[in-house]
């Protein structure tokens, strides 16, 4: 746009402010006929009649209106709950067929994450109890994790010396257990990590679980 | 320049019975304007309120501009009417979402060239959509201002020339120029309508006025006006 088209822009608009400089360049022929033609055109458009409105426009407009400005959990209740026309086609009806027959086949043959991520994100850890007792014939271990059951979780002797062993997987926390051998004695773990009482004269191993996805040794 | 000094009081003149025309009375100026503005507050306060019927007063103010700001966007009287009911409707119900940073007729006239815009790419999917052009019609037997049948028809003609010729122009240029020379809009007001800078308002109007000029030439429609 050049500077001229500007003027004479600011000039039909009533604009002011630059009528001195528009007035100094409207002078120029050129100029001059540009802006008698833009004035005419300006005029014609101003001239126009304007399309007559049909008498009941307020009426209807009025009629379109709802009766009533819902609160904003109507209108999410709205948007929710109210029902609504569906349109389809052969097209999308095929392809929503399609979709569903898909899924299941989908979720079967979806890759199962890495053992990795499968380690981090489980929760249990697996603790091994370490035991001797040379001439025992079993060796079981009692505590929070199994209800202090006697004859629940029984260590084995993989050496036939007497070392007795067994790994458990165990949820994060602090448990409490016992060794009972050959189903009569309750034996402290001598290598617990803590004790405490059991509040019958005796004191009970302690284990804490923190860490989690990998074997460790215990006692 | 003498020539031009009498050529812009009457301008000024006639702008301003223009203005107050084309609103049919309802805006009689910027004075007015402001005024409504403030009324228009406590409108749309009791509106939002539920009281639907002072709607009216807002509908009744502006339905002159919106009507016919869409039937020359769209050029379609039958869709223009239905375009420009559902302007009102929309801001209705977007009531809330007006700040009254800009003037309702604004907000309402934004409303309402959107709608259009809407229509008009709905055209370009369906290029079968009839525009109806306007045609002169009739020779009327006697005009409303007394002006003469054969006056009457001539104006009749120039009428549909011009909508033929903005109906040809592009959007941008012709929602301005209709918006300038049509509505009557301020430059300051169609930045705010428009979002766009004054300068930029100043060369679509140009630009526009210029296309529609050289199509009216084609048409050879008045070889003295152009």
């Given at each position: 746009m050049t500077r001229f088209e500007a003027l004479l822009e600011s000039h039909l608009a009533g604009a002011p402010d630059e009528e001195r400089e528009?007035?100094?360049?409207?002078?120029?022929?050129?100029?001059?006929?540009?802006?008698?033609?833009?004035?005419?055109?300006?005029?014609?458009?101003?001239?126009?009649?304007?399309?007559?409105?049909?008498?009941?426009?307020?009426?209807?407009?009025?009629?379109?209106?709802?009766?009533?400005?819902?609160?904003?959990?109507e209108a999410l209740w709205d948007v929710l709950w109210a029902p609504r026309a569906l349109r389809w086609n052969l097209g999308s009806a095929v392809a929503l067929s399609l979709v569903l027959a898909a899924t299941p086949l989908v979720w079967k043959t979806w890759p199962?994450?890495?053992?990795?991520?499968?380690?981090?994100?489980?929760?249990?850890?697996?603790?091994?109890?370490?035991?001797?007792?040379?001439?025992?014939?079993?060796?079981?271990?009692?505590?929070?994790?199994?209800?202090?059951?006697?004859?629940?979780?029984?260590?084995?002797?993989?050496?036939?010396?007497?070392?007795?062993?067994?790994?458990?997987?165990?949820?994060?926390?602090?448990y409490a257990y016992m060794f009972v051998v050959d189903g009569a004695s309750w034996v402290t773990d001598p290598r617990a990590e803590a004790y405490r009482d059991d509040g019958f004269g005796n004191r009970n191993a302690l284990v804490t679980i923190e860490d989690v996805g990998r074997d460790h040794g215990k006692t | 320049m003498v020539g031009d000094v009498r050529y812009r009081r009457?301008?000024?003149?006639?702008?301003?019975?223009?203005?107050?025309?084309?609103h049919g009375g309802d805006v009689s100026g910027a004075e007015r304007l402001d005024a409504d503005r403030?009324?228009?507050?406590?409108?749309?306060?009791?509106?939002?309120?539920?009281?639907?019927?002072?709607?009216?007063?807002?509908?009744e103010r502006y339905k002159g501009l919106i009507h016919g700001l869409v039937y020359r966007m769209l050029g379609d009287a039958e869709e223009a009417e239905d375009i420009a009911q559902d302007a009102f409707v929309r801001a209705y119900l977007s009531?809330?979402?007006?700040?009254?940073?800009?003037?309702?007729s604004t907000w309402l006239c934004r409303i309402a060239l959107n709608r259009c815009k809407d229509v008009l790419r709905r055209r370009r999917r369906e290029p079968w959509l009839p525009l109806t052009h306007e045609?002169?019609?009739?020779?009327?037997e006697a005009a409303d201002d007394g002006e003469s049948p054969i006056a009457s028809l001539g104006r009749r003609e120039r009428d549909a020339l011009l909508h033929r010729a903005l109906a040809r122009l592009p959007v941008k240029y012709r929602e301005a120029v209709v918006l300038r020379h049509l509505e009557g809009m301020e430059l300051t007001e169609m930045s705010a309508l428009l979002r766009i800078p004054v300068g930029a308002v100043k060369v679509r109007t140009f630009r526009?006025?210029?296309?529609?000029?050289?199509?009216?030439?084609?048409?050879?429609?008045?070889?003295?006006?152009i």
């Open positions: 528009f007035a100094g360049q409207v002078a120029v022929d050129e100029n001059r006929r540009v802006f008698e033609a833009h004035r005419r055109t300006a005029g014609m458009l101003a001239e126009m009649s304007r399309p007559p409105l049909p008498p009941t426009f307020t009426e209807e407009v009025l009629a379109r209106l709802p009766e009533h400005r819902a609160p904003s959990w199962s994450r890495p053992p990795e991520v499968l380690g981090r994100r489980s929760v249990v850890t697996n603790i091994r109890f370490n035991f001797d007792a040379a001439g025992a014939r079993q060796v079981a271990l009692a505590g929070d994790f199994n209800e202090w059951q006697p004859d629940g979780i029984f260590l084995t002797d993989t050496t036939g010396r007497g070392h007795f062993s067994v790994s458990l997987p165990l949820k994060p926390g602090r | 009457n301008a000024e003149a006639t702008r301003a019975s223009k203005k107050q025309e084309r403030t009324d228009e507050g406590a409108i749309i306060a009791r509106c939002l309120a539920g009281d639907r019927t002072s709607y009216t007063v807002l509908v009531l809330r979402e007006f700040r009254g940073e800009a003037r309702f045609g002169p019609g009739p020779i009327p526009g006025r210029e296309m529609l000029r050289r199509l009216l030439g084609r048409e050879e429609f008045c070889d003295d006006a």
